[in-house]
């Protein structure tokens, strides 16, 4: 009895053990990418992923440091380079969970990023799709707050273009608000639950 | 009390225990210290980057044997299987990732448009719009060095070879007839429409093992894999009229379009000097299925289309001209399917089908014509490292010719063939390091109706000589049957021959590309007869030979200059041969010493416009002038044409286009036609053979119709 009791304690100990460098890596990695280290921040989203084998959180990440990155960057290299790494984070994620509006929602991102870097070559070609997964996005949670909210700011984007009023959009962002409040908490760690604190600079274009 | 005692006491055990330290430090192959690579032991979660030394250490509580992995973007993943307990000090020389960004290009004799290709000197965009292009997919290629100015034509005449030595695929299956059916002097387009495209290999020379049957040239057209959206779309020009649809459903999708021309209206009001008597009209219907598979992507076309007209051609030995009318029809399947084996083996299949059905008569005599060709391809590419790919392939042409041709004064003439042709190849792709990579190839062919068997070989060389620039080497040999006009009454011939030699000096920068061609080809067997043109009674041989060299440059730049982007190219040409029937070697009539192009396209937002120019120049081409004793020394004046084209964007989704070629209405002339025999005073007459008409303009209204609102038909113009 001692020892079947011994080896269960052990057991739970292990498992225990297991989730708990789980939660400490990712609390690191995010630690890193707020202190603006983000390759390490990738690099350890991307060693957390691998261990972890069936989760697409730390994939999810780890693509989008990687996209956040080339937004900051200049040398063309580097953003093809670091866009094609996301896309295979995002491929590796989307095995683990499919139909997922949030990396539907990355994956526009990512063609965002592809647009913003090269619009004479990428533009033609990414627009279409940026909108599609956004749409798709909304149609798998369409009270997503981050769909909504990213998807007015690529309109606006595009009504600013045709020389139209982007504050018909507005309504949008409104909605993105309410949808950030009634937002619940999702029981998964770490779940995406970004951009409320992105809505007040996507708002300027409605003063 | 005794038990969490004992698991705390195995806990610091088990800790105490296992604390191998692993370090090492990373390099790329020339010894500098790579920065914030990945390394970690695989399954755990023990690992860190390196520092800005290349060093890296860290502990794992691991033990035994365990797989090290180290990863960073643009290098190959490494891994190292070995006892935890040993991995120290380890010195790591990271790979270059040779399919990054920044690696060396086989490039040698390619043009590349798309999204994908690295050496890409176009966009698809580009292609359509154009100025002078006017909506003909291959009509923008015509601004790329390589090419010569036939406009009369409206085919690709590439680097002193004629219209028939280029071969044009779609999704690597051979297209038997890509150009619409026409006759002399008035330009040909292609067939497909261009919204079906994502990218295009030009390659004006020394192309791969995969491609024969083709002296000069070949164009690869690769179809989209996926439609972005449904949609529906609307053109209406002051042409003809055409609607498209697309449906997207699971892993499949449809695309259906239908186009119908009609130059009747247009030429009530713009004078021709063609006199028609039943104007150009066309219809013509594609669809598209594809259907995505877990492991591969199955491509099916059908094209089906329908040309008519009729008219009088001035003729300077006829008086009244010469009644010519034209009936086509053309059917054109193709099915592709490209996959994944697995263990590295990727498989690329397909075939596909035509039929072409000519009625022609000309004065007052019927002729029909009926062809059916098919091609299948089978390649198998394994890949065995990054570094290392080899290709292999078979391939099968079946052909069935038959024509009757029929006049109230004589018999029947009928004649059939059949022309069936099998090939295999072989090609190595080999990268030496990012900077260095070959490619060596082998096709033999064996055709069953000239009973011939020739072996080809081919290769190419790439060295990056900085991080910008490049230089490229290739050598071909290549083999093509005599044409249908001559194989219809001699099947004793054998293949002509080119071979190629070419040099490429390739610079890109930050949307600035320029490219240096030169090329040296040789012609031989070339076929040869003693008539004007291939008759029954000819007499044929292989005697003909000849060679074309040249330059070819290109530049571009997309970034000087905001929202304006232009491109020149040029190319100089020196090209004789000795052909058909000619008397000796001489250059021909399609090629022209300097060809230049100047393309411009300017964004001006305000407007929701783009304004596109072309300008192009061909200095005088060579004619035969029987008046003079040398064959073949008069020169036309210069070609010159200034196009302009205007797409306003209406609103995301409707487009007005203008378009308006020779802007300048220069008088050029392509070549003379002189008279059989000599006037009264002993000289041969002559008449000038100029465009159909100066000037074309096209005013077209574009609508799309979709759910997302974004797609419009920008690129299809």
């Known amino acids: 009895m001692k020892i079947i009791v011994t080896v269960l304690t052990l057991f739970i100990a292990v498992t225990m053990n297991a989730q708990t460098s789980y939660k400490n890596g990712m609390t690191k990695a995010f630690e890193l990418w707020e202190n603006k280290k983000n390759d390490d921040a990738i690099n350890l989203f991307e060693r957390i992923a691998k261990a972890e084998k069936e989760n697409w959180l730390p994939y999810y990440y780890a693509a989008q440091v990687h996209i956040v990155t080339t937004f900051m960057i200049k040398d063309a290299q580097e953003i093809e380079s670091r866009l094609t790494k996301a896309q295979d984070f995002l491929n590796e994620a989307k095995t683990f969970s499919k139909e997922n509006a949030e990396i539907l929602i990355m994956e526009a991102m990512l063609y965002t990023a592809y647009v913003v870097y090269n619009p004479s070559v990428y533009g033609a070609t990414h627009s279409a799709k940026v909108e599609a997964l956004y749409q798709q996005a909304k149609t798998l949670e369409p009270e997503n707050p981050r769909a909504t909210l990213y998807h007015a700011e690529w309109k606006m984007g595009g009504a600013k273009f045709w020389g139209k009023d982007p504050k018909a959009f507005c309504p949008e962002i409104e909605k993105a608000i309410l949808y950030f409040e009634k937002e619940s908490k999702n029981d998964t760690p770490f779940y995406p639950k970004w951009g409320a604190d992105q809505v007040k600079r996507i708002q300027q274009s409605c003063k | ?717």
């Open chain 2, 1 to 717: 009390m005794r038990l969490p005692l004992t698991i705390t006491f195995l806990l610091i055990v088990s800790s105490i225990n296992a604390q191998n330290t692993i370090t090492g430090t990373i390099t790329d192959p020339s010894g500098t210290p790579i920065q914030g690579a990945n390394v970690y032991l695989d399954g755990t979660y023990d690992g860190s980057s390196s520092d800005e030394k290349g060093v890296f250490s860290f502990t794992s509580a691991e033990e035994g044997p365990q797989t090290l992995i180290i990863s960073f973007l643009s290098f190959e993943t490494y891994s190292l299987l070995g006892e935890v307990s040993e991995m120290k000090n380890l010195n790591v020389v990271l790979k270059e990732d040779i399919n990054s960004l920044g690696s060396v290009i086989l490039n040698a004799g390619t043009l590349s448009t798309g999204d994908n290709s690295k050496a890409s000197v176009l966009t698809p965009l580009d292609i359509v719009t154009t100025a002078g292009a006017d909506g003909d997919y291959i009509g923008a290629l015509k601004t790329l060095p390589g090419t010569s100015n036939v406009s009369e034509d409206g085919r690709l005449f590439v680097r002193g070879g004629d219209a028939n030595e280029t071969n044009i695929y779609i999704d690597g299956q051979r297209v038997f007839q890509p150009f619409t059916a026409t006759t002399n002097n008035i330009p040909a387009r292609g067939r497909f429409s261009s919204f079906l495209f994502k990218g295009t290999n030009f390659s004006t020379g020394g192309y791969s093992a995969e491609y024969g049957d083709a002296l000069s040239s070949v164009l690869l057209l690769n179809t989209i894999d996926e439609p972005n959206q449904e949609k529906t779309e609307f053109q209406f020009i002051n042409v003809g009229i055409g609607a498209g649809n697309t449906q997207k459903w699971k892993k499949n999708s449809l695309s259906v379009n239908a186009f119908y021309v009609n130059l009747k209206p247009y030429q009530n009001i713009v004078e021709q000097r063609v006199n028609w008597i039943k104007p150009f009209q066309s219809l013509s219907g594609e669809a598209v299925y594809r259907h995505k598979f877990d492991n591969g992507l199955l491509k099916v076309y059908g094209g089906l289309s329908y040309t008519d007209f009729e008219l009088i051609q001035e003729d300077i030995n006829v008086a009244d001209g010469v009644r010519f009318g034209l009936k086509n029809r053309n059917l054109y399947l193709n099915a592709t399917y490209r996959g994944s084996l697995g263990n590295d083996w990727d498989i690329t299949t397909g075939s596909s089908f035509a039929n072409d059905h000519d009625n022609i008569n000309v004065i007052n005599t019927n002729i029909l014509d009926d062809e059916n060709n098919f091609h299948f391809k089978l390649k198998l590419r394994k890949r065995f490292s990054n570094r290392f790919k080899l290709n292999l392939g078979v391939e099968q042409f079946l052909n069935t010719f038959s024509e009757k041709a029929q006049n109230p004064d004589s018999d029947a003439f009928e004649t059939s063939y059949d022309n069936n042709s099998s090939a295999i190849f072989s090609e190595a792709n080999i990268f030496f390091s990012k900077k260095f990579a070959m490619q060596v190839g082998i096709r033999g062919t064996y055709n069953s109706l000239l009973d011939y068997t020739k072996i080809s070989p081919r290769t190419s060389l790439a060295y990056k000589t900085s991080s910008k620039s490049q230089i490229s080497l290739a050598y071909g040999d290549f083999y093509q049957s005599p044409l249908q006009e001559v194989l219809k009454y001699n099947t004793t011939l054998e293949p002509e021959k080119s071979s190629h030699y070419i040099i490429n000096y390739l610079y890109q920068d930050k949307g600035k590309t320029l490219r240096a061609e030169g090329y040296y080809k040789s012609y031989n067997k070339l076929v040869k007869f003693d008539t004007d043109f291939p008759e029954f009674a000819s007499l044929y041989t292989n005697n003909g030979d000849g060679y074309a060299t040249g330059l070819d440059l290109f530049w571009r730049d997309s970034k000087s200059i905001k929202n304006f982007d232009y491109w020149v190219s040029y190319s100089y040409l020196n090209t004789k041969r000795d052909y058909r029937n000619y008397p000796d070697k001489a250059t021909p009539n399609f090629a022209a010493e300097h060809n230049l192009s100047l393309v411009t396209k300017y964004w001006i937002n305000d407007w929701k416009s783009l304004l596109s120019t072309t300008y192009n120049f061909g200095s005088g081409r060579p004619y035969n002038d029987p008046n003079e004793s040398v064959f073949q020394n008069q020169k036309t004046r210069t070609f010159n044409a200034l196009n302009f084209s205007w797409a306003y964007l209406i609103s995301p989704q409707k487009i007005l286009y203008f378009s308006v070629s020779n802007v300048l209405g220069f008088d050029n002339v392509f070549n003379y036609q002189y008279s059989d025999t000599p006037n009264v005073n002993g000289e041969f007459a002559r008449r000038a053979i100029r465009p159909t008409a100066d000037r074309f303009f096209i005013l077209g209204f574009f609508w799309t119709i979709s759910d997302n609102k974004t797609d419009n038909q920008l690129d299809n113009l």
